[in-house]
């Protein structure tokens, strides 16, 4: 793999986790918002990754699939992207606000299936396999500058 194939792959990476990241950012805006334009209240938002495969990546040549143990060929992954954004079905929770012009009949309001551990959760991870990218690439240009010098 060529470094412009590694650096490919690690700014996939970082572009894919960007994605996750403002979705998490969205769900956590959205925590309180009981009336969207769509009706009803938000839903919270995923985003699905998939990995890249050698004929989809824009800068790599055709490498044939590696083989691994016991024979089997797995395809070698060229990078991640983010196919879509998953809308959670599952319902929000239930308070008693009988004031609220958005109760229901028995003085209930839907909010939104946002949990704010669960979102903290996740954005501490999509920020550390962010992080994790951007050292990876950092190492790579060192590495890089390093060959450069050697007479």
């Known amino acids: 793999m060529s470094f412009f194939d590694s650096m490919s792959v690690l700014s996939s990476g970082l572009v894919a986790e960007q994605t996750r990241m403002n979705t998490i950012s969205d ?77 229901n009949t028995s003085g209930y309001v839907r909010y939104p299936n946002v949990d704010l551990v669960t979102e903290m959760s996740d954005m501490m991870s999509a920020t550390r396999a962010y992080s994790a990218n951007v050292t990876a690439i950092n190492s790579l240009k060192t590495t890089a500058n390093q060959a450069l010098t050697i007479k």
Request: charged content about 10%; cysteine-free.
């Open 27 to 103: 769900n956590i805006a959205n925590i309180n918002t009981t009336q969207t334009p769509q009706g009803g209240p938000y839903q919270r938002a995923e985003a699905v990754f998939q990995s890249i495969e050698n004929s989809q990546f824009p800068f790599s040549p055709p490498i044939p699939p590696t083989p691994y143990p016991g024979g089997v060929q797995q395809p070698l992954s060229n990078g991640v992207e983010v196919i879509s954004i998953y809308k959670d079905p599952t319902p929000g929770r239930l308070v008693y606000d009988p004031r609220n012009p958005l109760a």
